[in-house]
Nanobody, 124 residues
Framework: QVRLVESGGGAVQTGGSLRLACAAS????????RGWLRQAPGKESEFVGS????????HDADSVKGRFTISGDSAKKTVYLQMSMLKPEATAVYYC?????????????????WGQGTQVTVSS
């Protein structure tokens, strides 16, 4: 079993920055990649980005390219989402997810483990 816990969410002004972290409560021996997805109230979830745990391959959504960066620390079993130049439309609950499938990408159904999410609110 793998338990994921997100942290780092909060309220920020437009143009500000936040750094989200996703920590694991167990080893990631079977995990191949982790991703970030977000969901605003009443809306469908939206893929943000993902990264292979072993290797440097990343996949970022077009809506956040150039502003959001995914990185990880395998020793700490933690993945980060650095968000800059935040806009009000980025307001959502951000979820960390892990998968045993290298090809999961933006497909939520391919992720095997999910965190509880962390709220990000961007005000104007």
């Amino acid at each position: 079993q793998v338990r994921l816990v997100e942290s780092g969410g909060g309220a920020v002004q437009t143009g500000g920055s936040l750094r989200l972290a996703c920590a694991a409560s167990a080893t990631y021996s079977d995990i191949k990649a982790r991703g970030w997805l977000r969901q605003a109230p009443g809306k469908e979830s939206e893929f943000v980005g993902s990264a292979w745990w072993v290797g440097s391959s990343t996949h970022d959504a077009d809506s956040v390219k150039g502003r959001f960066t995914i990185s990880g620390d395998s020793a700490k079993k933690t993945v980060y989402l650095q968000m800059s130049m935040l806009k009000p439309e980025a307001t959502a609950v951000y979820y960390c997810a892990a998968t045993e499938d290298y090809g999961a990408g933006s497909y939520a159904s391919r992720y095997n483990y999910w965190g509880q999410g962390t709220q990000v609110t961007v005000s104007s």
